[in-house]
């Protein structure tokens, strides 16, 4: 089902972007949806020159902009925003932007919550865990944002059997595969649901 409008999508992004730009490359073929802004709090933030090389707007924001003031939101409602999209974003999400934004913020974590998850844990801090608590599986969950670190609503999951061989480093891989396999059809998914 295809909106007369383009849905217009930011992504918040904290490091690399490797995420944010599987995102960005899938949506610029769709014709429904717009990846309208990247946001960082990190200024050094690979992810920003991946969004400028693809001529998405980016903006870096403090803490207090973001945790403190309304300034975030009032930019993103006036640039015509209606999902958001966490992708390797490390802060906790503020009780006004979930209300601003209620059941359009979705995040991806690299382990199969409840496991795992939590702040603290992102990345390799995950992947370790996994493998020192000799973990039979893991893989990605995909979930709706709410005022509590990786508690809100799941809205997709697929795992994969750690293997003894496994390592923190091997597990990362699989880890990053899935997520670009599946992020962007999820996310796609999420929003036409919407429509």
Known sequence: MQASK??????????????????????????GVEIALLLSNN??????????????????FTKAEFKDSD???DE???AGISWIILAGFLWLVPKNLIHAFPNTILNIHPALLPNFGGKGMYG???HKAVIETGAKETGITIHKVNEEYDKGEVV????FDVLST???????????????????????????KSL
Do not use: C, W
Not at 6 to 31: C, H, L, M
Not at 166 to 186: G, N, Q, R
């Open 71 to 73: 300034i975030i939101i």
């Open 156 to 159: 997709f999951q697929v795992r």
């Open 124 to 126: 390799m801090f995950v």
């Open 76 to 78: 993103l409602k006036a």
């Open 166 to 192: 496994d390592t923190p480093e091997t597990v990362a891989e699989k880890i990053h595969a899935l997520e670009y396999a599946h992020f962007p059809l999820v996310i796609e998914e999420q929003i036409n």
């Open 43 to 60: 200024p050094d933030a690979y992810a920003l020159k991946r969004a400028e090389a693809a001529s998405v707007p980016t903006r870096v």
């Open 6 to 31: 383009p849905i217009k999508v930011a992504i918040f992004a904290s490091g690399s972007g490797t995420n944010a730009q599987r995102i960005i490359d899938y949506f610029k073929e769709k014709e």
